[in-house]
Structure formats: C-alpha cells, structure tokens
C-alpha cells in the first residue's frame, strides 16, 4: 500500500469522502492544509502535468465563481502567480505518491495508479457507494458557490 500526501482544504466533505476511500483501500494518507501549505511556482506546477491551464483550478472558488477569475484566459504564468496569492484557487485535492504528483480525484488515474480495492471485505460496499459518486467536485455541487456562506479559508463544513 502507498503512503499518499494529500493536500486538502480541512473540514469540506469531498476531501473527507476521498481519504476515506484511500484509508479504506490500505492506504496511509497524510493530509497537509492547502491553503496554508508554502508553495513555490516549480512545486505548485509540478502536480498539473500536461494539463491545461483551466484544468488546474478549483471551479467552486468565489472568484472563478463570480467570473474574476476565467482560467481558460489565463497563461500557466499567470495562473501560479493568482494560486501562490490565493490558494483556494488550486483545484483539490493535490496528491503525491513517490515522485508523481497528481491533481484533482480521478478514481480511474488513481484505481489505475495506487489502487482503490478495499483492503478488507467488510469495506467493500462503503467503497463502491463512494466510488459511484461525484469525487471530483465539491461536495455540495459544481454550481454551489463558496461566496455565498462567506468560508473562511479552511472551513468548509459541507
């Protein structure tokens, strides 16, 4: 099994669904705080691969909510610099595992990657109701805005 870090943003219900699946599947998973964690541009890029730049970004954030923010308009350049400002524009979770780094919860990437078998049969049905939901995206929904209940960093207790 892999010992996985994971930066989340503490308290959102995805990223709680998500470490269950892991731990369920014999993982160790090491959450660090997103928004609090010192990002460089190097490290920060590191985890987007060959994405495009519009795929990097949390879509639930209040700016790229509002439309401030519109990641198709923007350079990979210009997107670090928006995240090292404003964390909460990083799409979550980051997740490393060795020398590859990953972004966002594919649970084909990661079932093809790490694994996501549980590793006992009395998780097996807990497991597949996770993976049968949405693991990408906010908890609460892709059109939920953030904005609206006024989080503080960190606080997101959907």
């Given at each position: 099994?892999?010992?996985?870090?994971?930066?989340?943003?503490?308290?959102?219900?995805?990223?709680?669904?998500?470490?269950?699946?892991?731990?369920?599947?014999?993982?160790?998973?090491?959450?660090?705080?997103?928004?609090?964690?010192?990002?460089?541009?190097?490290?920060?890029?590191?985890?987007?691969?060959?994405?495009?730049?519009s795929e990097w970004f949390n879509r639930t954030a209040p700016r790229v909510?509002?439309?401030?923010?519109?990641?198709?308009?923007?350079?990979?350049?210009?997107?670090?610099?928006?995240?090292?400002?404003?964390?909460?524009?990083?799409?979550?979770?980051?997740?490393?595992?060795?020398?590859?780094?990953?972004?966002?919860?594919?649970?084909?990437?990661?079932?093809a990657w790490i694994g996501l078998k549980p590793a006992d049969e009395s998780?097996?049905?807990?497991?597949?109701?996770?993976?049968?939901?949405?693991?990408?995206?906010?908890?609460?929904?892709?059109?939920?805005?953030?904005?609206?209940?006024?989080?503080?960093?960190?606080?997101?207790?959907?």
């Amino acid at each position: 099994m892999a010992r996985i870090i994971f930066y989340e943003k503490p308290g959102c219900r995805g990223s709680v669904k998500q470490k269950t699946l892991l731990t369920a599947a014999g993982h160790q998973v090491v959450a660090y705080n997103l928004l609090t964690e010192p990002w460089t541009a190097e490290r920060l890029r590191s985890f987007f691969g060959d994405r495009p730049v519009s795929e990097w970004f949390n879509r639930t954030a209040p700016r790229v909510q509002s439309g401030e923010v519109v990641p198709e308009k923007l350079d990979a350049e210009s997107a670090l610099l928006l995240m090292l400002k404003e964390p909460i524009l990083i799409r979550r979770p980051l997740i490393e595992v060795g020398d590859r780094r990953e972004v966002g919860f594919d649970v084909e990437l990661l079932d093809a990657w790490i694994g996501l078998k549980p590793a006992d049969e009395s998780l097996q049905e807990m497991s597949e109701t996770l993976m049968q939901q949405d693991l990408q995206n906010c908890a609460h929904g892709h059109s939920h805005g953030h904005g609206e209940h006024k989080h503080e960093h960190g606080s997101c207790k959907h």
